[in-house]
């Protein structure tokens, strides 16, 4: 199984299609011949707008490199991937950067501010990058959800793992970008910093009707998602929609399992 | 061993982080050892050719300079009856003896008044062919010149003027004009470093360069077999007594020697200094590679320390990576070095001197010097990195490293600084105070110092303050790309401080010696305006004197309303209070020098100085001398009698234009001067009837024509000379300074390249969340800008701090009006700024290349 391609369905959103990204057929492969080694083989995927999607797997599965491709930050061996209606796949580095600025957000796992710009710069610099004002409002709305309101002007190094972490959610939230990108937003953090970052995710995707695709090997971040991909050696083998810790953990000893087996 | 082990990855491991620095180290020790080089190549040079042309034994006449030169103050070579020849010749052990004339004191012409005279300023040189210039020197083409109307002239002035067999050429001398047709061309067998040759037969010689036959300049004495050069000298004094002089072939070369060396040595010196200002700014770069290459590997210093090494081996570990550094930077740099000493000869070669690279001389000597320089300089400089290195505690390896934590520059560091500004400051103001001069150049040079080095010390802390508002007046219009920029250049305000410092370095010299010259300039025409009333001074560029026919030709210029002559020799004083001074200097003039340059007296008349036994001297002489109007000296001319003359004016010590001068008419000079001894003029100056300036100035033009040597120059053209003079030497010594400058901006490029390095993961979050390689690379370029004019702001106002005070201390030899050359200033400060674009151009485009998954992952 190699798909996991839903029916589109045209949704409320302006009458724009319900699917935020799409890749058909992307194949990454690194090296040549004898060394060749290939990080996603074939993969089909659609990202469903206003929806949570966890991409989840083994190390090596090439789960951060469909990330990166899906964002734009890595390039293609073949394949396509559409942004909306922009196809992506092609796209020099000037468009993909615009791309980036204007389309997306990220939340990487460690060392997602710099360090000589507060917290506040920090949040805005994507937009002041771009050259545009923040629209004030939803800026504060933002800051309000993540709690920073009385951090603003601090350093990033006057902030906890947590609290950085929460701006550079509302980083990604804050220029309202069609689809937000994760990659182990929570990897660097304990479980009660991890669990507010999550729960912001999760209202940001029900309240704001946010999209957003993280990656992670954490089945308890999994499970805020409404949708949980699963990857192996390169292949999408399996989804999950309405995940519980439980349910994917048990998905994931299965898959284990059955590596052992085989 | 193991610490060697390490030191040796870790120096291959970043080669190429250090590759700046070794060039900066490369290029010290490359200009130290080019120097030395080319220096020790125009000895041997030289030393080459007054060994051969020195013949064993040279007899001159008495008032010959040791180096047997031929020059006198009335233009004609002392010179000896032919007589001597036949005295010589009977002396035991002389297997021959030649008379020979020569003078230095001539121009040579071509047909189109052209002159050939070298533009080195190696002298034009005409003699007699003798057979001691045979053995020297191949006629290529042509014959020697046998009777009056032939020349012969050297190869290389014959190439550069492009002279054939035929040409017609003419010697000036004080005697007269002699035309002759090039009969022979000959080549130097040694290398002749650019001195124009011409030879004519030796009684055209005589009367062409002397004006009388029978008499010989000097006596070339050849020994027989078996006689030693002290035993012939010893043989022919004793046949001639001590009416001579008479030297051996090495007392001859020597004192050739001596002056070439003399000469060297200056600029050997001069050239050093400025590789130790380059090594000075090399420092500085060395000390921020280290800096950024211990601060970036922190985390893997804290794990050696963590698994039990010792601070001492985390610190030898580093200097024997400086070590390394330094030993191949310095291997190079030797190499590099003789590579620069060729590059000189060849430059050289170009102005008219000609150097042979199979005299390149190396001293085993040069590459010792430049490999322990090198090594020492560098070694020292990674001292403090490496310290701070061994100080860095073993809990560094569990903390997140990150970017280096942002040093905040101490209190002790502020303190010290301000301390050592503040004391340069007050020395700067002592100097610019003080009434003596000796006293005053002690405190400048002590100012300089330790303002130079306070204004290092608190560089981190200026850096702050001064990047703000470069940011807040320069970066603010780009958005938010100068703002970081800003921010980054802030970030570690030490790296910004000595990446700046080392520009600041070369554009305070450049900064202060800008002002200090166009002071000059400024005071000198100042003065000119205010004391000289005359319109022309003519005089000749190369320091010769003038000939009576081209006064002469200048006094028949109609339109002329007067015309002064004036001429300087030395005599010996004795003063009212008993003192006999030797060798003092005297201007003799025409009484209408009085006008033609107002100087001011403090006691008496000037005008009366040119009555008949009268003179004047200036104030701080004649307090030195117990003189007072009325008071009488005898002054012994030189070649004259003593005459017993009256003091009837005291003029004012102050001023820049012949300030010091004693003054006393011409005619009186004649009376105790025969007129063959007589001094030629150094000056003429000439005055129009009004209203007819310009046609006069023209008519002296075409009368001086025919003698190129000679230049008149009107007083708009006069300023302008003496601005090109200053200006030609100040863009001289920025040449030299350019090199302490190009490190310097090795050392911005190397700080933003590690910078660059060392903020890969920022970079990658930034491209990743939407910068453009364009935005990335501008505030790179930006942040590069704001650390050199930092350095440009710090440097210039420093130097102009400098400049002003060497003016006001200067003043006291006359330099009254301080001139901020505004265009020069400004020019270097916007020239920084591109220099910044420039030192940019390479980081940004390494960072503008960065692949953003590669810039994310790295750890």
Known sequence: ?262 | MTVMKTSMRNFFAHKGRMALSAVAVLLSVAFVCGTLVFTDTMNTTFDKLFAATSSDVTVSAKGASDTGATTSDNGRPPVMPASVVGKVRAAAGVKAAEGTVFSTSVTVVNAGKDSMSPSSGAPTIVGSWNSNDARTMKITSGAAPGNSGQIMVDADTADKHHLKLGDELAVISAVGTHTAKISGIADFTVTNPGAAIFYLDTRTAQQALVGQTGVFTNVNVTAAAGVTDPQLKKNVTAELGSAYKVQTAKETADANQKDVESFLSVMKYAMLGFAGIAFLVGIFLIINTFSMLVAQRTREIGLMRAVGSSRGQVNRSVLVEALLLGVVGSVLGVGAGVGIAVGLMKLMGSMGMHLSTSDLTVAWTTPVIGLILGVVVTVLAAYLPARRAGRVSPMAALRDAGAPADARAGRIRALVGLVLTGAGGYSLYLASATEKAKEGSAWLGLGIVLSLIGFVVIGPLLAGAVVRVLGAVLLRMFGPVGRMAERNALRNPRRTGATGAALMIGLALVACLSVVGSSMVASASDQLDKTVGTDFIIQSDSGQRITPQAVKAVKDVPGLARVTEYRTTTADYTTPDGETLKDTDITAADPTYATDLRTKTVAGDLKDAYLPDSMSVHDKFAKAHGIRLGSKIAVKFKDGRTAHLTVRAITSSDGLIDAGSKYTNITTLAKYVPAAKMPLDDLVFATAKDGRQDAAYTALKSALHDYPQYTVRDQTDYKQALKDQIGQLLNLIYGLLALAIIVAVLGVVNTLALSVVERTREIGLMRAIGLSRRQLRRMIRMESVVIALFGALLGLGLGMGWGATAQKLLALQGLKVLEIPWPTIIGVFVGSAFVGLFAALIPAFRAGRMNVLNAIATD
């Open chain 1, 1 to 262: 199984m190699t798909s996991a391609v839903t029916i589109p369905r045209h949704g409320g959103t302006g009458g724009r299609t319900a699917v935020a990204a799409r890749a058909r057929q992307v194949v990454k492969a690194y090296g040549a011949g004898e060394t060749r080694v290939v990080a996603l083989d074939h993969v089909d995927v659609d990202i469903a707008r206003g929806q949570f999607t966890a991409i989840m797997g083994p190390s090596g599965s090439g789960k951060s490199t469909l990330m990166h491709c899906l964002a734009g930050l890595d390039t293609v061996t073949s394949g396509q991937i559409h942004l909306d209606d922009t196809e992506i796949t092609g796209l020099k580095d000037k468009k993909l950067t615009k791309l980036r600025r204007d389309r997306i957000g990220f939340i990487f796992q460690a060392f997602n501010l710099l360090p000589t710009l507060n917290a506040l710069e920090n949040i805005t610099l994507p937009m002041d990058i771009a050259g545009r004002k923040p629209d004030k409002e939803w800026l504060r709305r933002v800051v309000e959800t993540v709690g920073l309101a009385d951090r603003l002007k601090h350093r990033p190094t006057q902030l906890s793992g947590g609290q950085q972490q929460r701006v550079a959610v509302a980083r990604a939230l804050a220029a309202r970008p069609e689809i937000i990108f994760g990659d182990e937003p929570t990897g660097n953090l304990d479980s009660r910093a991890g669990a507010e970052v999550l729960g912001f995710l999760r209202r940001s995707v029900d309240e704001l009707g946010q999209t957003i695709v993280m990656v992670t090997h954490d089945p308890v971040a999994a499970s805020y998602a409404d949708r949980v991909l699963y990857l192996a050696d390169g292949r999408i083998v399996d989804e999950m929609f309405k995940p519980t810790a439980d349910t994917v953990l048990d998905r994931m000893k299965d898959f284990d399992a059955r590596g052992r087996t085989s």
